[in-house]
């Protein structure tokens, strides 16, 4: 995937395409399919089972029954909430969720996780385990990891660091990757 973004004129290109020309169904299918999305308030879908949940884009993505269920259960093993699968959101700590809707985003297998401030609603114990998971999805499974925060010391585990202040870049710098 080569993602390339023009500064100057406010433009990025994902896999060749423009996307700030791109038409909605096209749009839909690189959200879907090339960007899982993580959201600091979870969004699961509160009368939906874990399994269901992490199941959803691979149903919108034309994924049958059967492969999407063995899916949804290896992702659930790979962030550890295998035996909390059949569970509703409402019976899952906030860290619990947190895992699931990772799974959730890793389901169609994209190459770029966008994570909107994915610790900021957890305590920093439940954190770092998260900042874990991402770590091993970047290593082990090749992801990149795009990490929106307001915390220093999360921006300073990255590998780059890009400063924004009010819409516009003012600073792009080393992080520290310290894990």
């Given at each position: 995937?080569?993602?390339?973004?023009?500064?100057?004129?406010?433009?990025?290109?994902?896999?060749?395409?423009?996307?700030?020309?791109?038409?909605?169904?096209?749009?839909?299918?690189?959200?879907?399919?090339?960007?899982?999305?993580?959201?600091?308030?979870?969004?699961?879908?509160?009368?939906?089972?874990?399994?269901?949940?992490?199941?959803?884009?691979?149903?919108?993505?034309?994924?049958?029954?059967?492969?999407?269920?063995?899916?949804?259960?290896?992702?659930?093993?790979?962030?550890?909430?295998?035996?909390?699968?059949?569970?509703?959101?409402?019976?899952?700590?906030g860290g619990q969720?947190?895992?699931?809707?990772?799974?959730?985003?890793?389901?169609?297998?994209?190459?770029?996780?966008?994570?909107?401030?994915?610790?900021?609603?957890?305590?920093?114990?439940?954190?770092?385990?998260?900042?874990?998971l991402f770590h091993?999805?970047?290593?082990?499974?090749?992801?990149?990891?795009?990490?929106?925060?307001?915390?220093?010391?999360?921006?300073?585990?990255?590998?780059?660091?890009?400063?924004?202040?009010?819409?516009?870049?003012?600073?792009?710098?080393?992080?520290?990757?310290?894990?």
């Amino acid at each position: 995937m080569v993602f390339w973004i023009d500064q100057l004129r406010g433009t990025y290109i994902l896999d060749g395409i423009d996307v700030g020309n791109a038409g909605d169904a096209e749009l839909s299918k690189i959200r879907n399919q090339k960007i899982g999305f993580v959201f600091q308030t979870y969004n699961l879908i509160s009368k939906t089972n874990a399994l269901k949940n992490v199941e959803l884009p691979m149903l919108y993505a034309g994924v049958g029954r059967t492969e999407r269920r063995k899916r949804a259960k290896e992702l659930l093993d790979l962030v550890e909430m295998g035996d909390r699968a059949k569970h509703l959101p409402e019976e899952l700590s906030g860290g619990q969720k947190q895992r699931v809707a990772i799974a959730r985003a890793m389901a169609n297998d994209p190459a770029i996780i966008l994570a909107d401030e994915p610790t900021g609603a957890l305590d920093s114990k439940t954190g770092r385990l998260v900042m874990d998971l991402f770590h091993k999805l970047n290593k082990e499974k090749k992801k990149t990891i795009v990490l929106i925060t307001h915390s220093n010391e999360l921006a300073a585990e990255t590998d780059r660091v890009i400063s924004i202040k009010d819409g516009n870049i003012v600073k792009v710098s080393k992080g520290g990757a310290k894990k």
